[in-house]
């Protein structure tokens, strides 16, 4: 009799981490770059021809540009824009937006994601609390990234970033419904499907190599959305404004490693 071979999050190697990892560093510059460039008055558009040149130079190729007819390098989301929003040349940033941009890189064949957001000058207090709580929850997932860890023990940590923050900041926090994070590799969005809310103990387990990009999407609002009729845009139905942040990420012996340094 054969034995049940138990499911596991898809893994790499260590030499194919490395590769993953100078993939995940070409984007974070190109986040970097971009929002250094990014300031009241300047396009939409002009960013994402400042990620793509970042990219091309370093010999890499967006992964976003052309995927399933996308037409930008990077997804540009503003306010209430959750994600997939599309560089534009009539979208011109103003004092107060909030911007979240989402990258990707392929070298040698490996994918890198990533996504950040951050104020366009002055934002308000509960939009920098919001943005706190991003990453909080982002960080939290990070953490849960542990050989032996069920799927959704991921997920699980997510939400209790959020809760946890939501508790300090005396707010409640939308989880954006139906999205979330993913498998990565030689695709750019491979299963596991990885949920930003739920009970743990679920799913394939996680064993080292294995990786996964974590991106959580917070709202001051609701956490249900709509896609606008170009097929892409994902908007708050409440219009409150969103966050999103996201990193590719590994498990190792040594716990998780982050594949999408910024410098």
């Known amino acids: 009799m054969g034995f049940i071979k138990k499911k596991v999050v898809p893994f790499r190697s260590a030499g194919e981490l490395d590769a993953m990892a100078a993939a995940g560093a070409i984007v974070g510059a190109a986040l970097v770059a971009v929002r250094d460039a990014a300031k009241p008055g300047v396009s939409t558009l002009e960013l994402d021809a400042i990620a793509e040149a970042v990219i091309r130079d370093a010999a890499a190729v967006p992964s976003f540009l052309g995927y399933h007819g996308f037409t930008g390098s990077i997804c540009s989301s503003i306010n209430d824009v959750v994600v997939h929003g599309i560089p534009s040349a009539t979208d011109v940033l103003g004092e107060g937006d909030l911007l979240s941009i989402d990258c990707g890189a392929i070298l040698d064949g490996w994918h890198g994601d990533s996504a950040w957001t951050f104020g366009i000058g002055e934002i308000t207090a509960a939009e920098k609390e919001l943005n706190e ?19 959704t023990d991921i997920s699980h940590a997510i939400e209790l970033g959020t809760l946890a923050a939501g508790k300090r900041h005396k707010r409640t926090y939308g989880i954006v419904d139906g999205y979330g994070g993913h498998g990565i590799g030689r695709e750019m969005h491979m299963d596991p499907f990885l949920s930003n809310e739920g009970a743990p103990g679920k799913g394939p387990r996680l064993v080292v190599g294995s990786v996964l990009a974590i991106e959580p999407m ?31 990420v590994a498990v190792t012996a040594d716990g998780p490693r982050i594949l999408t340094v910024r410098p």
Do not use: C
């Open 133 to 151: 709580a991003t990453e909080l929850s982002l960080l939290a997932g990070i953490e849960a990234m542990l050989d032996g860890s069920r799927l």
């Open 218 to 248: 917070l709202t001051l609002g609701t956490d249900q959305t709509t896609v606008l009729d170009d097929g892409w845009t994902v908007i708050t139905d409440d219009k409150t404004k969103a966050s999103h942040w996201e990193h590719t």
